[in-house]
């Protein structure tokens, strides 16, 4: 009987064992289950996360878009439209000249954020939309200061309202353009676009009298709604007796040959013109490669050694001469220095008042500046005026910049001296 307990109580031992085995081998296993499925539970959750993201944005874009396209449509129904220039409120014109690459578009958007009214333009091709601060091409038919003069100039913003009398109505004028580019590529619109300049023609083909170059100043282009070619722009020309102040923009001329560069870089660009890119990067290598490119191609196209001698007498054509081969992008120096040259001119020929504005004056003096100019415009000051940046290339070195002041202090008139002396150093005027 003993025997027969002993066997019952070793059996129950030995079940109880084989049960704690069995539960072992069911229960170890568990968690690492567990924690696989934790991981990828949480995977899964990063995936789901991501994915929302991007839906996320890709529909906060689209009800972006679609709230940009709303608003455009708004203000196409609601566009502002010109005054009679016979009304006793109608505003004065100012002219707000400039060379291009010269600052213009922060100096216009500026005075028009700051003042609270609309500026014009020459080229009616483009509007500012203030409320998503951007230039838009073609957003609808250029509207003219003045309702009975249809021939421009035309407001930039299509919401902001017009200056009353005696508050001026500042005007961008870059006093015409050169032929259309005949760089590696150019677009087929430049034909109608009297506000491109040429880098790499001929410097005769460029020139401009002073007294053609003041008509031009008052030469303007305009959309007129339409799709053809042949229909969407109208080059007309108004009466520039009507311009009663003007504002004589003026830049760096180094920065503004490199900003030259630099927009002749983004254009090609934007036309996939990879060509341009690929064989002048956007650094200081490509900049002297292009440099290169247009003077030699200028040299090639025409002797610019005899138009110095023709236009300048046979000493100083020579030595105009000697000084280019040393000068980067002279051609560029030279239509700079002429462009001033003849604004100047036109200016004191007006006989109108003159605010001379250095484009770095917004660097060392922000507000006062804007605050000068609003006054000599008569315009209100509503709004603190945006911030400034500027940056500077280290484009040059000393004896390119050296040389180049040389050639400039050479070409510049009387007149236009007294604004860009401080430009030239320790140049003299010859």
């Not at 690459?101 to 609270?116: D, H, M, P, R, V």
């Not at 509007?127 to 021939?151: C, G, K, L, M």
Request: include cysteine.
């Amino acid at each position: 009987m003993e025997k027969d307990t002993k066997k019952g109580t070793q059996k129950k031992m030995n079940l109880n064992h084989e049960q704690e085995k069995h539960i072992a081998s069911r229960m170890l296993p568990l968690p690492e289950m567990q924690l696989d499925k934790t991981i990828r539970h949480n995977h899964m959750l990063k995936i789901c996360f991501v994915m929302f993201c991007v839906v996320s944005t890709i529909i906060t874009l689209c009800l972006q878009k679609l709230s940009h396209s709303q608003h455009s449509e708004r203000q196409l129904q609601t566009i502002v439209q010109g005054v009679d220039s016979t009304s006793p409120s109608s505003p004065p014109l100012l002219w707000l000249l400039y060379y291009p690459n010269s600052g213009e578009a922060f100096s216009s958007e500026t005075i028009q954020f700051a003042s609270g009214v609309n500026t014009a333009s020459n080229n009616g091709k483009y509007t500012f939309n203030p409320s998503i601060n951007e230039w838009i091409q073609d957003a609808h038919a250029s509207v003219p200061i003045y309702s009975n003069r249809p021939n421009g100039p035309f407001l930039i913003s299509p919401s902001l309202p017009i200056p009353v009398s005696p508050q001026y109505i500042v005007t961008k004028t870059s006093c015409g353009g050169y032929p259309p580019s005949s760089s590696i590529t150019s677009p087929s619109n430049h034909a109608v676009d009297a506000y491109y300049y040429c880098h790499d023609c001929p410097i005769e083909q460029t020139f401009r009298k002073p007294h053609e170059f003041w008509m031009e100043c008052a030469s303007s282009i305009s959309y007129t709604g339409g799709t053809a070619t042949d229909e969407k722009y109208k080059s007309t020309h108004y009466d520039h007796r009507n311009v009663q102040r003007a504002i004589h923009l003026v830049r760096d001329p180094f920065d503004v040959i490199v900003d030259t560069f630099h927009s002749e870089y983004k254009k090609h660009a934007s036309q996939n013109d990879f060509n341009f890119i690929h064989q002048f990067p956007y650094d200081t290598h490509g900049f002297h490669k292009w440099c290169s490119y247009i003077s030699t191609r200028e040299n090639n196209a025409m002797n610019n050694h005899d138009f110095f001698r023709r236009q300048y007498g046979e000493e100083l054509g020579n030595e105009l001469w000697t000084l280019a081969q040393s000068v980067p992008c002279y051609t560029e120096f030279f239509h700079y220095s002429t462009w001033h040259n003849h604004a100047a001119f036109a200016t004191h020929e007006m006989r109108v008042p003159i605010y001379v504005l250095h484009y770095e004056s917004f660097l060392r003096q922000l507000e006062p500046t804007i605050q000068a100019l609003l006054l000599f415009c008569q315009l209100p000051f509503v709004h603190v005026p945006k911030r400034f940046f500027y940056q500077k290339y280290d484009y040059w070195s000393h004896d390119e910049m050296q040389d180049a002041r040389l050639f400039m202090g050479k070409i510049v008139s009387r007149q236009a001296f007294t604004f860009l002396s401080v430009y030239l150093g320790k140049i003299g005027f010859h």
